[in-house]
Structures are given as structure tokens and as C-alpha cells.
């Protein structure tokens, strides 16, 4: 399980993006679509981790919302 940034992005499409993994970035026309992509993007970095026998990052990102 990996946590998932969620936000509308300037163009109008949904970024996804998911902190655990540097540089692991997707976007979709719409929220599911962004959310399918991210999954899809997620599998291949940690397979391409696995496959230079790299080590894959735990999930350690924590949030918090604050009220400003």
C-alpha cells in the first residue's frame, strides 16, 4: 500500500503523485483515470527497482491537514 497525492492540476487534468517513490508522477483527464494511472506507475518503478536490484522505499509519508 502506498499513500497518493491527489490534486487538479493547472491544465485541467488531475496529478497524482505518490511521495514514498521521488519523481513517481501520473495524471489522468479525471480523478479516476489519474488514480488508475498512479497504480500503473507505482507497479513499474518498484519493478524497475526490483529489476536493477535496488532497494524499493518503505511507505513513510505521513499527512496532516492544516487549517490556515
Known amino acids: 500500500m502506498r499513500q497518493v497525492l491527489l490534486y487538479p ?3 485541467g487534468y488531475w ?3 505518490c511521495p514514498s517513490l521521488p519523481g513517481c ?3 489522468g483527464a479525471t480523478r479516476e483515470e489519474a488514480i488508475k494511472n498512479i497504480r500503473e506507475a507505482i507497479d513499474l518503478y518498484i ?3 526490483v529489476e536493477d536490484e535496488l532497494p524499493v522505499p518503505d511507505e513513510h509519508f505521513e499527512a496532516l491537514l492544516v487549517a490556515v
Do not use: R
Open 47 to 49: 519493478e524497475a527497482l
Open 25 to 27: 508522477i501520473s495524471q
Open 15 to 17: 496529478v497524482a503523485e
Open 9 to 11: 492540476g493547472e491544465d
